[in-house]
Structure formats: C-alpha cells, structure tokens
C-alpha cells in the first residue's frame, strides 16, 4: 500500500460544506438536549468562569430496581455533561475568530447579520467563508476531545466506490 493509500484511510477527505451542515444540526437540535439533561449551559459557562463544587441535591431510592435507573439515569447525565464541556473545550481551541463566529451564533444565538456587521466588520460573502471554516474547525476540535461524536461527514472515495461495487458484483 502506497503512503498517499495509507493517508487516505487514516485521514479520509472531509467534505467541508456537509461537515458545516452536521455541526450546525449538532448545534441546533443536539446541543441544547444535552445541555438540559446535564444542567451545564454553555451560555453561562462561556461568559463566566466554570464553578466547580456546585452543591447537588442527593438522591434516595427505595429499592433495588430505583437504584439501577438511577445508575441509568446518572450515567446518561454524566455522558451529557462530557459532550457539553467537550463543546466547550472545543470551541476555546479554535481560532478567535471562530470563537466570536460559534458563541456568537450557535451560543448566544445573535443573528448572522449582526455577526457579520457588529461583531466582526465583514461582508456578507466573507462571513460564510468564515463560519463554514469556523464550523469545520470545531469539528476538528471537538473531535480531538474523545467525545462519542464525529460531526465530519467524508467524501466518498472514488476508488473505494468501485472496489464495493466489485465486490458486490462477484
């Protein structure tokens, strides 16, 4: 196997504008659920200094099966909070101009227009450029926090596509 075959399969080509579309969905529909079900909202989290020994209420349960759902319940709430602090960590490994592109938008949720106008004095064209970049970077970013989720979406290799339908064919 060639060193570029090689590349390849570790490093699959990544389709930029379908990766924007995952993390913008990820953002928009995910996000907010797992910020719910942890009780850890970036909105507060970004602007302030993360609080640790937050007081929590404790839990009793009555029986064997209260406590294997709480268990349940717990660790769905744990995984959560991970992937909301993985967001969080993500976003500050990106560039700062990513940043004011992510909290501002998918965060905060201002409109693109006052991004583009207020917060970073561009046109309109240059601001998409800039927010799909934004939006692959922290893909990139996120993906290096070991988190459950891979927001690429890969482009199909042609090469690939021919040997499946070969094989498929014998």
Known sequence: MAIDEELDTLFPEVDP???AASVTAFFRFRLKRFELMSDYHLRNTLRSPVVDGMPRSQSFSNGIEDAIVSEMADKHVESAHK???????????CSVHS???LIGRFILHQSDVHI???????DRSEYYR????ALNEFADAFQAQRTYYDLHVYEKNETNVRQNRDETAT
């Open 17 to 19: 504008v379908k990766t």
């Open 83 to 93: 992937i909301v602090r993985s967001v969080a960590v993500a976003i500050t490994k």
């Open 99 to 101: 940043q004011r592109i």
């Open 116 to 122: 583009y106008n207020d917060v970073l004095n561009c």
């Open 130 to 133: 800039k927010r799909q970049a």
